[in-house]
């Protein structure tokens, strides 16, 4: 009866154990707090496990620099740090919730933003599912710090301001009759690199 009792409790952590390796675990990575119309919200940037691959996290927020593009010998692949930020509303995701995307790039060599290509700051009030969007189309987002932690991880500490109007396509323009104004602190404090080429 013993051994039939552990057999039974042996199996079920075997169980437990294949069930967690199945079910992707969330950590915060970054906190967003702003204020977005007339209400005051909270969004995270988030890791997580891969099932069945125990090493592989994947992040929400995240750096790249592109692979060289060689034309007569002269590349014409921007070297820029492209970063991209997404956040949501809760730690583990859910489908439909509101989500924050932006875009920017960082210079190389002194991780300054750099103003070519624009900053691209979107809101998705139910998701990027939809085609449903708000733009950054009247202020600024403003990077106030980098620091590198590890040769491939950043924190970022960057602001934004201004007013968000809503789209009707990818062409961007500045829409008055549909605004949220925005106000927003980003504390990222996990940003990671992914591709092959690393930051010089």
């Known amino acids: 009866m013993k051994n039939v ?4 409790v042996m199996a079920s952590c075997i169980a437990g154990a294949a069930m967690a390796q199945s079910v992707p675990a969330y950590q915060e990575t970054g906190v ?3 204020t977005l119309g007339a209400e005051e919200v909270t969004h995270y940037t988030t890791r997580n496990t891969v099932p069945g691959n125990a ?6 927020a995240s750096w790249l620099i592109l692979k060289p593009m060689l034309m007569g010998g002269v590349n014409i692949s921007p070297d820029d740090v492209f970063v991209t930020v997404t956040t949501r509303d809760t730690v583990p995701p859910s489908y439909g919730q509101p989500e924050l995307r932006v875009e920017f790039s960082l210079d190389p060599a002194t991780l300054d933003l750099k103003a070519d290509p624009a900053v691209n700051l979107r809101y998705y009030p139910a998701g990027s599912d939809t085609d449903v969007y708000y733009a950054l189309t009247n ?16 924190a970022i500490i960057a602001t934004a301001e ?3 109007s809503a ?4 062409d961007i323009s500045h ?9 927003a602190r980003f504390d990222l404090q996990q940003v990671v690199k992914r591709g092959s080429i690393p930051h010089p």
Do not use: A, C, W, Y
């Not at 009792?5 to 039974?8: K, Q, R, V």
């Not at 789209?167 to 990818?170: G, N, R």
């Not at 829409?175 to 106000?183: Q, V």
């Open 162 to 164: 201004g007013q968000m």
């Open 5 to 8: 009792t552990f057999g039974l």
């Open 139 to 154: 202020g600024r987002f403003q990077v106030e710090s980098v620091t590198r932690l590890e040769d491939d991880t950043l």
């Open 32 to 34: 967003i707090m702003m």
């Open 175 to 183: 829409n008055p009759n549909d605004i949220l104004p925005l106000s």
């Open 55 to 60: 090493t592989r996290k994947m992040h929400t």
């Open 167 to 170: 789209q009707q396509s990818d």
